[in-house]
């Protein structure tokens, strides 16, 4: 990429730059420092991963004792486990990893798209810190996207870096490719896709399959390698997908994906459209190593376009969301940078133009996204709730507590906070969030959970204050409890206590004040 030989241009990159960085690092410090979630999932991976350490499977079956089996992939929890390993159970623990992947993502593909120019650098971390901010805060929460962006930026040094090496080279570049990409996959089911593009430029640009094979091959040996591990039983994991296959596709919720995932189609276009018509002089001579790079190039936007296509689509179903296509963030800010470098010097301009109105655009988009994030930042009463329960589990030290839900999805909110208790080693047998989507699918609760009841498998149930008991309706609008459930726990359980934020309701048998 040609420099920027305007002053002020300069400058305005360099303020820009340092402006979103500082801002976008400390939006990730409020929110590793609040004792609380905004999303419902986090608490689902952050209680899991916490039980991993004691050797609790992740995809049980749903006709087992345990029923917080997760469609997402066994990485994410493994990696989330090594936190809680280091630092301990805690809400900031449970944010580790989303946040540092977040900060290495935009790390990476600065430092990939930079080549040997800092402003080359700066306006590909631009780029991703402003889709970053589109999303927020999907950028940086404990559930796969930040991880799979660190992992796609990462993908892109690699692969940058070996555009420089000899072409005798590529062998281990090829294998850690692979590995990032079946890493990926260990984080989604689909994660190879955001590799597509990486491995088909890789191997055209050395002109053979082999790397695919290799590519392929040790990336499928990550990919299994979890499965080794009984905690990670594979029958339970692929049990999920037949079941996801059968959610309604949303012309609403494809819309919305879309309309956000303008900033992620673009540029792609505008790169192939420059590589096709407006590119530089003399690249496109066949038999070339320039007309290689240029067909390379091509698949590479085009295998893009491909797969942030196929992630709306996958966007377009209950559960999902636009931030589907977050991961090629890193890919699309590396489009930006090689776009004004391949363009002809008449249109070289425009192309930084594009770029720069792209960002702008983004930045103003993104504006109400981070008004609703502080807004949804309420401290005193994330504090309230976790004092709440640390005093309910200090009263009744004695007893196993899980936590249930009531009837509104505001008192869910309250619930959420489940991982106080996991943390201060209660059980956790089942997972209303997970059971929101499962009752949606026609799975039914196992029998053994409503016998568990009269069993007094848990001593103590809390539900959110005033309340009726395990009446929800889901996020998805369907019934998630059947009467049998319910009647089960009203037969076997008392109302004992109503603290501020929970109705402390009591098993007949195990006797109420837990001394």
């Known amino acids: 990429m040609p420099e920027i030989r305007s002053p002020i241009l300069r400058s305005l990159l360099i303020v820009l730059f340092t402006t979103l960085a500082g801002y976008y690092l400390s939006v990730m410090v409020i929110y590793g420092s609040y004792p609380g979630y905004l999303d419902h999932g986090e608490p689902v991976i952050a209680a899991a991963a916490w039980k991993l350490l004691d050797g609790q499977p992740v995809y049980p079956p749903f006709d087992g004792p345990l029923f917080t089996s997760n469609a997402y992939g066994p990485v994410l929890f493994a990696l989330n486990a090594i936190s809680f390993a280091i630092f301990g159970g805690s809400v900031a623990a449970s944010k580790i990893v989303g ?38 805060p999907n950028s940086f929460w404990n559930r796969p996207e930040s991880l799979l962006c660190a992992l796609v930026a990462a993908g892109l040094f690699v692969f940058c870096r070996s555009e420089s090496r000899d072409a005798g080279r ?16 260990g984080l989604k089911i689909y994660g190879a896709i955001f590799f597509i593009p990486l491995g088909l430029a890789f191997a055209i640009s050395r002109r053979s399959l082999v790397p695919i094979f290799v590519m392929a091959s040790s990336g499928l040996a990550i990919v299994l390698l979890p499965f080794a591990f009984s905690v990670f039983p594979l029958s339970g994991y692929l049990s999920w997908f037949e079941l996801v296959s059968e959610k309604p596709f949303s012309g609403e919720m494809f819309t919305r994906a879309v309309r956000y995932g303008i900033f992620f189609i673009l540029p792609p276009f505008a790169y192939i459209l420059v590589l096709t018509n407006f590119a530089a002089e003399n690249e496109a001579e066949p038999h070339s190593d320039k007309w290689v790079t240029k067909y390379c190039s091509v698949v590479y936007g085009v295998s893009c376009l491909i797969g942030i296509a196929a992630c709306m689509y996958l966007a377009a179903r209950p559960g999902a969301g636009g931030y589907y296509s977050l991961p090629f963030a890193p890919l699309i800010s590396d489009m930006i940078v090689r776009g004004t470098e391949c363009a002809a010097k008449r249109v070289r301009r425009y192309f930084i133009y594009f770029g720069g109105a792209l960002i702008v655009a983004a930045l103003i988009v993104s504006v109400p996204i981070q008004k609703r994030f502080h807004r949804a930042i309420q401290w005193n009463h994330a504090e309230a709730i976790q004092s709440d329960l640390e005093e309910i589990v200090q009263k009744y030290s004695t007893k196993s507590i899980q936590m249930g839900v009531g009837e509104s999805i505001v008192g869910y909110k309250n619930a959420i906070y489940k991982t106080v208790l996991v943390f201060a080693g209660h059980p956790y047998t089942i997972d209303f969030g997970i059971m929101m989507e499962t009752s949606m699918m026609g799975i039914p609760v196992p029998q053994h959970f409503i016998d568990g009841f009269a069993r007094c498998d848990t001593d103590i149930w809390l539900i959110p204050v005033g309340e009726f008991p395990f009446s929800i309706e889901g996020y998805y609008y369907n019934r998630v409890f059947d009467v049998m459930f319910r009647k089960a726990f009203l037969n076997a359980y008392d109302l004992i206590e109503s603290t501020k934020f929970f109705d402390v309701w009591s098993c007949f048998e195990s006797g109420g004040d837990g001394r």
């Open 99 to 136: 946040l540092f992947s977040a900060s290495i993502a935009v790390l990476l593909t600065g430092f990939a798209v930079a080549r040997g120019s800092i402003l080359r650098g700066m306006a590909g971390a631009t780029f991703m810190i402003a889709m970053a901010l589109l999303y927020t």
């Open 170 to 185: 590529w062998l281990a570049d090829a294998f850690l490719l692979g590995i990032l990409g079946g890493l990926a996959t």
